[in-house]
Antibody
Framework: EVQLVESGGGLAQPGGSVRLSCAAS????????MNWVRQAPGKGLEWVSV???????YYADSVKGRFTLSRDNSKNTLHLQMNSLMPEDTAVYYC??????????????WGQGILLTVSS | SYEVTQPLSVSVALGQTARITCGGNNIGSKNVHWYQQKPGQAPVLVIYRDSDRPSGIPERFSGSNSGNTATLTISRAQAGDEADYFCQLWGSSPVFGGGTKLTVL
């Protein structure tokens, strides 16, 4: 059974930094496409970032240049380094495994989510 | 970027059939996926690639996609089906619909 457990959220200051982590079990992070998807309070889902099996990373325009996605293969963990935080980054952040084909991607396993609040 | 439209809310009588739509320009040419999200919980994949059902998802959940509309159909709706439902597809990156709140009366 796939289990994804997020950690590292809480309250952060505008302009500050936070690192979210996603510890995986039941799958090997380095052999999967791993994503972060966020959901602002009362709003819909927004894809944030992905790391491919080959290590390439991609980001939504809203976070490009501020967020960095990486993985620690020895700990089977994903990390999202978030810098220059803005109030609009306030959201529940979900770690999600995706299945990718040539033409599409879907998210078949999700963590329980972690809340990040950016406020002074 | 590609935009999709979902109705804000859909209501269905207990035991009847609910249909939740996801509209977009020529969406029938794309693969659409559907997620169910109950309050305070993570999304759950209920349909992928238009009409495929993950293991563990009841056969009451089905999907179709043609023209400018993809549809999630929930047959014999139950109280436990009350949730937000999101469609998702691939534009130049993953795109989600705004979500539809399903109420079972």
């Amino acid at each position: 059974e796939v289990q994804l457990v997020e950690s590292g959220g809480g309250l952060a200051q505008p302009g500050g930094s936070v690192r979210l982590s996603c510890a995986a079990s039941g799958i090997t992070v380095r052999n999967n496409y791993m994503n972060w998807v966020r959901q602002a309070p009362g709003k819909g889902l927004e894809w944030v970032s992905v790391i491919y099996v080959d290590g390439r990373t991609y980001y939504a325009d809203s976070v490009k240049g501020r967020f960095t996605l990486s993985r620690d293969n020895s700990k089977n963990t994903l990390h999202l380094q978030m810098n220059s935080l803005m109030p609009e980054d306030t959201a529940v952040y979900y770690c999600a495994r995706s299945v990718d084909t040539d033409t599409t991607r879907w998210f078949d396993s999700w963590g329980q989510g972690i809340l990040l609040t950016v406020s002074s | 970027s590609y935009e999709v439209t979902q109705p804000l809310s859909v209501s269905v009588a207990l035991g009847q059939t609910a249909r939740i739509t996801c509209g977009g320009n020529n969406i029938g040419s794309k693969n659409v996926h559907w997620y169910q999200q109950k309050p305070g919980q993570a999304p759950v994949l209920v349909i992928y690639r238009d009409s495929d059902r993950p293991s563990g998802i009841p056969e009451r959940f089905s999907g179709s996609n043609s023209g400018n509309t993809a549809t999630l159909t929930i047959s014999r709706a139950q109280a436990g089906d009350e949730a937000d439902y999101f469609c998702q597809l691939w534009g130049s990156s993953p795109v989600f619909g705004g979500g539809t709140k399903l109420t079972v009366l």
